[in-house]
Structures are given as C-alpha cells and as structure tokens.
C-alpha cells in the first residue's frame, strides 16, 4: 500500500509522514530528502546547476540511501551521512533547479519506485500522487499558509544554530512555491483523487491523526467490500 503526501516547502509533510509510517508500520520514503542529497553534491563537484546533462549524469552516478537507526531517519550520500548537511539554506536555495531537470526525475523516480517496491510505505515529495505513484491507495495533499511555513523553517533552522531574518525565509518560501507551480516536468499540483489537509493551526500531533484516520477509513473500505 502507498500513502502519498504531497504539498509545498514546510507545508509539514517530512515530519508527519515519518510519524504516520510509525502508527502503520509501514516504511518511510523522504524523496525530498533525495533530491536535496544530490543537490549537496552537485555544489560539492561544482557541477554546474544550468547544464542539465551534467546534473543527470550525476543523478544516475551517485549513491543515495535512505534509512532509520533507532527510529531516527538518515540520509548517506555514497556512504556518508548527510542528513545535516542537506538542510542548508545553500541547499535551499538550488533544490528547486536542480530537481526540475527531466533526467534528474525520471532517474531519482525509478530509484523511489525501487525503494518502495512491494512494501507499505508513506512517502512524501511534490509529486508523489501526481507521477510517482498516481496510483496510490490514499493521497493527501498538505497546505499552509506561507507565514506559518517561514515560521516554521525558521524554528527548524535555529534549532540547528542557523539564524536567518523570517521576511528573508519568507521570501524564498513564496519564491519556491512560484517556481514548484510553474515549472514544466512533474509541478506542485493536487493529484486527482488527493484530499487537502490544512495544516496551518494543526500541531504535528494533529497532522497525524489526520491522516492515520484517513488511512484507516480507506482500509476499512477494502475490508468492507
């Protein structure tokens, strides 16, 4: 079974999904997580972020992983531990560029459909529901309101040491959502059958619950007929 939550920056979706995948026990999928692993290293090779063959040249060479170690998720990127060091605001601001190339996707979704394979799992990105896994048993889509996601990016972000002004985080937030809307291969979008959750004045708790409810009713359903 596949429980695809999809939705714009700080929306909530890597924390909820990962909680949800401990109620279920099902298997956590972070994509976002993966296209932000190659982002560090294509700025660590200095790979130049227009040239889309180099970038999907370098999609189809390094080695991503995903995982958990006593309930807390990593990221390795050909065997080292990124999971710090890809939620920079350097990585931020290129993850969009670098994700919108048709080869990058097509070559990070065949990895995610193999990381999935025949297993239950949660996972989350801006285009779970829509191309991934159009498929997807439940789908939802979150939303919040930019002022709510700044703030929560910048809770994130001190929480690391990382002091930055709310209007500039912001500012990018809007930016990115323009940019994940408009771009030609694989936009944000509500993928057809995806129910929205408004997250704005839901704790993580909340969130949660919301969608662990929207989970068990559809089980419910299958079970029923």
């Not at 976002?32 to 999609?59: K, Q």
């Not at 459909?113 to 979150?142: C, H, Q, W, Y």
């Not at 944000?188 to 129910?195: I, Q, T, V």
């Amino acid at each position: 079974m596949v429980v695809a939550i999809d939705g714009p920056a700080s929306s909530g979706k890597s924390t909820t999904a990962r909680e949800v995948a401990k109620v279920l026990g099902f298997t956590h999928i972070d994509t976002g997580a993966m296209y932000r692993a190659l982002t560090l290293a294509a700025l660590r090779r200095n790979v130049c972020l227009e040239d889309d063959d180099e970038l999907t040249r370098l999609a189809r060479e390094v080695r991503i992983e995903l995982a958990q170690e006593n309930g807390v998720p990593w990221v390795k990127l050909d065997g080292e531990d990124v999971s710090q060091a890809i939620r920079t605001p350097e990585v931020d601001r290129h993850v969009s560029r670098v994700s919108e190339v048709a080869g990058v996707r097509e070559e990070i979704v065949r990895q995610q459909r193999v990381l999935a394979g025949s297993r239950d799992v949660v996972m989350e990105g801006r285009d779970i529901g829509t191309v991934v896994f159009p498929n997807a048993e439940v789908k939802v889509f979150l939303v919040a309101d930019p002022v709510t996601r700044a703030r929560r990016r910048k809770a994130e972000l001190e929480q690391r040491g990382i002091a930055r002004p709310l209007e500039e985080i912001f500012s990018e937030i809007v930016k990115r959502d323009e940019y994940d809307s408009s771009r030609a291969v694989s936009p944000l979008r509500r993928a057809e059958g995806a129910e929205d959750l408004d997250t704005s004045e839901l704790s993580i708790q909340q969130q949660v619950d919301e969608v662990v409810a929207r989970v068990r009713r559809y089980l419910e359903k299958v079970h029923k007929t």
